[in-house]
């Protein structure tokens, strides 16, 4: 499931499209908008206006009509609602682009026990990780929380297209990790990306022994998994 089509959710769906993903859920309640298209590569001018999810969906069926898209036109802030959506699915890919929704997604994650994959992008600097399910440690172990100010948005900053896709792409690569059970996820550790010098940072994401999360005081809720049959086997 992916919550968020911008940017990062059209690189993240085009990656795991072409890499074989049968079954791909799109969460997202926003239009269309020209001055996104720079960085958000599913979409045409023709597209301004239309719902996200309807026209990423359209895009994904040409890249590979066996692919089973399931086009959601809401935003999904609040962590039981996103625990009930992605009861269905494997994994949880948040390209969100609002704190309320990442740290939602994040304390779904730990208190339902399903994988997520955060990304996200602002200017010149990227950053991603991977939650267990479970967490330990989790995002809240690191930041705590959305901020108690206002940071600089997308929307205020900018953000440069590239450095979306790279970030975007290595989400997916994370998801594919967990679909397939191989290689090293970035769990315990936070990625961070600067564009301009080209410097890859992995900062540690140490449990913290007071986090309101992963500290125990909120009791993990057991789910039952979803059946893993979204990928295909490729040559």
Known sequence: MLL???GLGCAVALALVTAGVRRLGLVDDDQVAL???HRQILFRTTDTGRDKVAQASLRIREADPTCQVEPMVRRLAECDEIAAVAADYAVVIDGSDNFATRFAANDAAVRYRFPLVHGAATGSRGQLCSIAPGGKPCLRCLFGGP???AVATCRQEGVFGP???E???LMAMEAIKWLHGIGQPLIGQLLTIDAWSARRRLVPLIIH???TICSGQT???EREKPINDCLRVSS
């Open 219 to 221: 009791p993990a809720i």
């Open 163 to 165: 450095l979306v896709g």
């Open 209 to 211: 022994p007071h986090c």
């Open 167 to 169: 970030v975007g792409w």
């Open 4 to 6: 968020g089509v911008g």
């Open 147 to 149: 901020p108690a100010q």
């Open 35 to 37: 001055s996104n298209l």
